[in-house]
C-alpha cells in the first residue's frame, strides 16, 4: 500500500496493463497512462475504442478490469449530460455528496457551493430546478458541482458535446479559466480533435485497446486555430484517427 | 357527388396545376391552439370541480321527490342530512367516525411504513428480493376479507384484529408500487452520486428514495382507498362501533337514510384523501415537469 502511495507522489493518474473485456471482447488490452499533478490530456479514440470505459475505471464506477490503477482521492466527473439530480434545486446539487464535519460546517460548504456556483457565473440560479436549466447552463452546474470538492483529478467525458458550437466555445473558455485557477488533474475524453488541441497540455489517441500516440501541445494559450503549428497538429491527429479506420 | 368533386378540387390543386403555373401555398399556424375568444370568463378550478358532484346531487334529490324511488330504496340527500343532524345530536356521529378514523389512521401509518420498508428492502438487496418479494406477491393474491374469520380466531374481536388488516390492505399498494418505482430510478443519477461520494445510506436518502417518490405515490392513493374498504368490512362483521356498524345497525332497523349517510361520509373522506395526495404531489414533486394533459 505504502509502495502505491509513493509511485503516485508525483502523479495524479498512474495506469498500467489495463485490460477490459465485455462479454469476451476485449476493449482494452494492456493500456498504460500517467498523468501529472496540474496536467490537462486530452484522450481522443474513434467512437467504440473504449475512451469512456477508460474514464469510467479512473472514476471508481467499473471495478472489473485488470492491470494496475491508482488515482487521487478526491476526484470529480463531469458526464456527457449533467445528471444533475431533478428533485434538488441547483445549490445542493452542486453540494452533493460533500460532508459537514463540524457543526459549522454546514454553512461553510453552503459558501462554498455558492462561490464554485458563481465561478461558472451561475450565482444566481442557485434556487432554480434544474428543469428549467438550458442545456449549457445544466453542464456549467455540472462542472460547478466537480469543481467544489477541489479534485485532484477532474474526468471529463465528452461534457460539450451535446452543446451548440457557441455555447461550446464559451465552456471551453470557462473550463481553461478554471484549470489555471484550480490546477487539477485533467482528462478529457473527446472525440473533437480541435477540442483536444485547444485545451489540453498532451493529447493521447487510443487505438484498438492501447494508447497509440502520446503527443505533447507547445502552444501559447490562447491557442488560435488558425496557428501552422495547429493545423500541423490537427492533421497529425485526423491521420491517426483515420488510420485506425482500416 | 357535388361534395365529394368540390373537395377533390379543393385539396388537389398543386399535383394536377400546369407546370410554370404559380401555385400558391397555404400556410397554416404550426400549433392546435385555437384562437382566444375575447371576453371569456375564467371560472376558478375549484368551482369546476364542484359543478359535477352538485348537478349528481340535484338530480338524486329531484329523485326522490318526484317519487322515483321510496324512501326505504333510496335516502334523499335532504333525508340524509336531516340523519346526520339526528345522530349528530345523540353523539353517535361523532364517536363512531372518531372510531373508523383512529383504527385507519394506525393502520394506515403502519401499513404504508411496512410498504416502504420492505420495498427499500427488496429494491436494494439481491435477498431482499430473491427470499422476500416471492413472499408478498403470493401473500398479495390471498384476498384480505377472505382473512377476517382467522383473523377472528388469532386476534380475538379486539382492535388489534382490525387495525391489522387495514394495515395488511395498505402494505401491499404502497410496496408494488414503491418497488417498482426504485427499480425504475435512473442509473445514471446513482453514477453521478457514487462519483461524488454518496454513501449506500446517502445514496438511498438523496437519489433512490426521492426517484421512487412519484411511484410512492401513487401506492398511496390505492392504500387510502383501499383502508376504508378493509375497515367498513370488518367493522360489519365483529365490531360494536364504528361506521361501518352503523351501517349494518341500520339495516337491521330499516334505516336507509342513515346507510346512505356513511357512504356519504365514505365519499367524503375519499375526497378529503384525495386532496391531501394532490396537496403532497404539489409540494413534493415541484421539481418535475409532467405532462400536464392537453
Redesign the interface.
Known amino acids: 500500500m505504502t509502495t502505491e502511495v509513493q509511485a503516485a507522489a508525483n502523479t495524479a493518474v498512474f495506469a498500467s496493463g489495463v485490460t477490459r473485456t465485455f462479454a469476451g471482447r476485449a476493449v482494452l488490452r494492456g493500456l498504460g497512462i500517467s498523468i501529472a499533478p496540474g496536467e490537462f490530456v486530452a484522450l481522443l479514440g474513434r467512437s467504440g475504442t473504449g475512451k469512456s470505459t477508460l474514464l469510467r475505471i479512473l472514476g471508481g464506477l467499473d471495478p472489473d478490469y485488470g492491470g494496475e490503477v491508482l488515482v487521487p482521492q478526491r476526484r470529480a466527473v463531469v458526464f456527457q449530460e449533467p445528471r444533475l439530480l431533478p428533485w434538488q434545486r441547483v445549490l445542493p446539487n452542486v453540494a452533493l455528496g460533500l460532508k459537514p464535519t463540524g457543526p459549522n460546517e454546514r454553512g461553510v460548504l453552503r459558501q462554498r457551493s455558492l462561490s464554485a456556483l458563481s465561478e461558472v457565473g451561475l450565482a444566481s440560479h442557485a434556487r432554480a430546478w434544474p428543469v428549467t436549466l438550458s442545456g449549457g447552463e445544466a453542464q456549467r452546474v455540472a462542472l460547478a458541482r466537480a469543481l467544489v470538492r477541489e479534485p485532484q483529478l477532474m474526468l471529463l467525458d465528452e461534457p460539450f458535446g451535446a452543446l451548440d458550437a457557441l455555447t461550446r466555445a464559451r465552456m471551453h473558455r470557462l473550463l481553461q479559466d478554471l484549470c489555471a485557477r484550480h490546477r487539477p488533474a485533467v482528462l478529457l475524453v473527446t472525440h473533437d480533435v480541435d477540442e483536444a488541441i485547444l485545451l489540453a497540455d498532451r493529447v493521447l489517441v487510443l487505438t484498438n485497446g492501447v494508447i497509440t500516440v502520446d503527443l505533447q501541445v507547445r502552444l501559447d494559450r490562447p491557442r488560435d486555430r488558425g496557428h501552422a503549428e495547429f493545423t500541423a497538429l490537427r492533421t497529425r491527429l485526423l491521420e491517426e484517427l483515420g488510420a485506425a479506420a482500416e | 357527388m357535388t361534395v365529394l368533386g368540390k373537395f377533390a378540387k379543393a385539396t388537389l390543386p398543386a399535383a394536377y396545376a400546369p407546370p410554370g403555373d404559380p401555385v400558391a401555398i397555404r400556410l397554416v399556424r404550426p400549433s392546435a391552439a385555437k384562437p382566444r375568444r375575447l371576453g371569456r370568463i375564467r371560472i376558478p378550478r375549484l368551482a369546476r370541480r364542484v359543478v359535477g358532484p352538485v348537478l349528481v346531487l340535484i338530480a338524486w334529490q329531484l329523485a326522490c321527490t318526484e317519487g322515483v324511488f321510496t324512501s326505504v330504496e333510496v335516502a334523499s340527500p335532504i333525508a340524509v342530512i336531516d340523519a346526520a343532524r339526528e345522530l349528530w345530536s345523540q353523539d353517535v356521529l361523532q364517536t363512531n367516525m372518531l372510531i373508523s378514523l383512529q383504527r385507519v389512521a394506525e393502520g394506515l401509518v403502519v401499513g404504508v411504513a411496512a410498504g416502504v420498508a420492505l420495498a427499500v428492502l427488496c429494491g436494494l438487496f439481491w435477498v431482499g428480493e430473491d427470499l422476500i418479494d416471492p413472499v408478498i406477491q403470493a401473500a398479495r393474491a390471498v384476498p384480505i376479507l377472505g382473512l377476517i374469520p382467522l383473523v377472528i380466531i388469532w386476534f380475538g374481536v379486539g382492535e388489534f384484529p382490525k387495525v391489522f388488516l387495514i394495515a395488511l390492505g395498505c402494505t401491499f399498494p404502497v410496496y408494488i408500487n414503491t418497488y417498482a418505482a426504485i427499480r425504475g430510478v435512473d442509473v ?2 446513482v ?8 454513501t449506500r445510506p ?1 445514496l438511498v436518502r ?2 433512490i428514495l ?2 421512487a ?1 412519484p411511484g410512492f405515490l401513487v401506492g398511496l392513493r390505492f392504500a387510502l382507498v383501499g383502508c376504508w374498504l378493509v375497515d367498513v368490512v370488518a367493522e360489519e362483521i365483529n365490531a360494536q362501533s364504528g361506521l361501518g356498524y352503523l351501517i349494518n345497525q341500520a339495516q337491521t332497523t330499516d334505516r336507509t337514510d342513515i346507510m346512505f349517510l356513511c357512504l356519504a361520509i365514505y365519499a367524503i373522506l375519499g375526497l378529503v384523501a384525495d386532496t391531501i395526495v394532490r396537496t403532497l404531489e404539489r409540494y413534493l ?5 409532467g405532462f400536464q394533459g392537453a
Open positions: 445514471k443519477l453514477e453521478a452520486g457514487q462519483t461524488f461520494g454518496l446517502g438523496q437519489v426521492p426517484g417518490l414533486l415541484v421539481w418535475r415537469r
